[in-house]
C-alpha cells in the first residue's frame, strides 16, 4: 500500500480533533466505528495518528452532508476494511435515492402548476358523486384509499365512504399524476406532504425549500466524492 502522505508525522487526537472543533473523544469513537483506520499505539498506551488518519476524517466529515451520519460512516468503515466496492455501492445508493426524490419534486410540481383551486364543498361527498366529478370509477377511489392516498370518514349511520374537501383535492392530485404515469407509491410521499403543508399553496412554499435542499444535497455529494477520493488514493495507492 502506497502512501504519497509523510508517513513518520505522528498527531495526537487533539490535533485531529482541533481542527474540526470536534473533542478527542469524537475522535477515538471515531477510530472505535471504523471511520478511521486502526492508529498505531505507544508502549504506554497513546494514540499515535498520521496525516492518513486525517485525511480520513476530512473525508468523513465532507460526506456527511450528502449521505447522512449513519450511511458516512459505513462508506469509511467500508473503506477501511479494504471493502471499495461495498463502498462505492452506498455511494451509488445515495444518488439513486437523490434522483428519486428530484423526480417525485417534478412530478410535484408539475401537477401542482395544472392543479385547479379546490373550492370548499357545501358539505361533504359521497363515492358516486366524486367519482363522477373527477371522472374516474367508484373501484379507482377505492384502490387509491387502500394504497393510502385518500382517507375519507365513515358514514356512522350508513357506513358509506365520505370525502372532505381535502380528500376531494388529495383524488384530484392523485389523478392529475396518474395521468401523468407516475404509479401510486411515487404519489403516496407527495399527498403526505400536501397534507403535512396543510394545502396546496403552502406546499408550492416548501417545493421550493425542497428544490433547494435537493441541490444542496447534490453539492454536498460531489464534495464528499472529491474528499473521499483523496483518501481512496493514499489507502490504494493509485493518487496521482
Known amino acids: 500500500m502506497r502512501r504519497n502522505l509523510p508517513t513518520r508525522e ?14 478527542t473523544q469524537a475522535v477515538r469513537n471515531y477510530e472505535a466505528d471504523g471511520i478511521l483506520p486502526a492508529a498505531e499505539r505507544s508502549p504506554h498506551g497513546y494514540r499515535a495518528y498520521t496525516p492518513l488518519h486525517a485525511l480520513a476524517l476530512r473525508a468523513f466529515l465532507a460526506l456527511v452532508p450528502g449521505h ?30 437523490l434522483l428519486d426524490d428530484r423526480r417525485t419534486l417534478q412530478a410535484a410540481t408539475v401537477a401542482l ?3 385547479e383551486p379546490v373550492p370548499q364543498e357545501r358539505g361533504d361527498l359521497f363515492v358516486g358523486p366524486l367519482a363522477g366529478k373527477l371522472g374516474v370509477r367508484p373501484a379507482t377511489l377505492r384502490k387509491w384509499e387502500r394504497a393510502g392516498l385518500l382517507k375519507p370518514e365513515r358514514d ?3 357506513g358509506y365512504r365520505v370525502y372532505s374537501a381535502a380528500d376531494v383535492r388529495d383524488a384530484k392530485l392523485t389523478r392529475q399524476l396518474r395521468r401523468g404515469g ?23 412554499s416548501a417545493l421550493r425549500d425542497w428544490h433547494d435542499r435537493l441541490a444542496a444535497r447534490g453539492r454536498a455529494l460531489l464534495a464528499g466524492a472529491a474528499a473521499l477520493n483523496a483518501y481512496l488514493g493514499e489507502v490504494t495507492g493509485n493518487s496521482e
Open 68 to 97: 447522512g451520519h449513519a450511511t458516512a460512516t459505513s462508506i469509511m468503515a467500508a473503506v477501511n476494511r479494504d471493502a471499495i466496492e461495498d463502498a462505492l455501492r452506498l455511494i451509488d445508493e445515495s444518488h439513486a435515492q
Open 113 to 115: 402548476r395544472d392543479l
Open 156 to 158: 356512522p349511520r350508513t
Open 182 to 204: 407516475y404509479p401510486l407509491e411515487r404519489i403516496a410521499p407527495l399527498i403526505e406532504q400536501v397534507r403535512s403543508a396543510g394545502g396546496v399553496v403552502p406546499l408550492e
Open 10 to 23: 505522528r498527531l495526537r487526537p487533539v490535533d485531529l480533533a482541533r481542527e474540526h472543533g470536534l473533542s
